[in-house]
């Protein structure tokens, strides 16, 4: 098992430009997170969905769109990109049944985003 | 508003201490709280979990403890080790929020030979 991927590692966009990251698991994980990290700060919860067709915004979703077609997928969309979007992004996955939220969530490696 | 704090400040510690980390957290009423270890440029990975009605949890080096009167656990590395020198997360889970994963912002742990 490949567990998250994410791909591209590192992008530099300009301002105003959009593009989307990518995220996919091979764990039949229902849940799946984005989340951002800037410099020495904590993670933010951008967008987070539960199943297929599912999503829902976290604390930071403003300037990003989601989508969840797919068990396995989940990309984030940049739409007009900001220099305060410069930030490393971390998708994550885990698995939750009948209402328990015990099991733990994996981490992709992680993009390295900078807006100029 | 929900509310996740742990020491802001990096914790430096002498090899073969006892390092405890902390996390508070306010209006929530978990039901599990979840501690992660964090590399620097890498994903953070999963280390403990706790459930409400459990007052500590145990794993090799590692101890956890959660008051949920006080509202806070509490992270133990015994025996510190120069590896154990990262960023610990904390994250509180259930009911309210169940779905969503909220990490505090860390503590940075540094272990000094």
């Known amino acids: 098992n490949a567990g998250v991927t994410q791909t591209p590692k590192f992008r530099i966009l300009k301002i105003g430009q959009s593009m989307t990251l990518q995220c996919t698991q091979d764990m039949n994980h229902n849940y799946m997170y984005w989340y951002r990290q800037d410099p020495g700060m904590g993670l933010k919860l951008i967008y987070y969905s539960v199943g297929a067709g599912i999503t829902d915004k976290g604390e930071v979703p403003n300037g990003y769109n989601v989508s969840r077609s797919t068990t396995e997928d989940f990309p984030l969309r940049l739409e007009l990109a900001a220099p305060s979007q410069t930030s490393v992004y971390f998708c994550?996955?885990?698995?939750?049944?009948?209402?328990?939220?015990?099991?733990?969530?994996?981490f992709g490696q992680g993009t390295r985003l900078t807006v100029v | 508003s929900q509310k996740i704090e742990q020491n802001s400040e990096a914790l430096n510690i002498q090899e073969g201490k006892t390092a405890t980390l902390t996390c508070n957290y306010t209006?929530?009423?978990?039901?599990?709280l979840q501690w992660y270890r964090q590399d620097p440029g890498r994903g953070p990975v999963f280390l403990l979990l706790i459930r409400e009605n459990e007052k500590e949890k145990r794993k090799e080096r590692l101890k956890v403890t959660f008051d949920t009167t006080l509202k806070q656990s509490l992270f133990h590395i015994t025996a510190s080790q120069p590896a154990d020198s990262a960023t610990y997360l904390c994250a509180p889970r259930g009911y309210s929020s169940a779905s969503k994963i909220i990490f505090g912002s860390g503590t940075r742990l540094s272990i000094r030979p």
């Open positions: 994550a996955s885990s698995y939750s049944t009948g209402g328990m939220w015990n099991t733990e969530a994996f």
């Open positions: 209006n929530y009423s978990p039901a599990y």
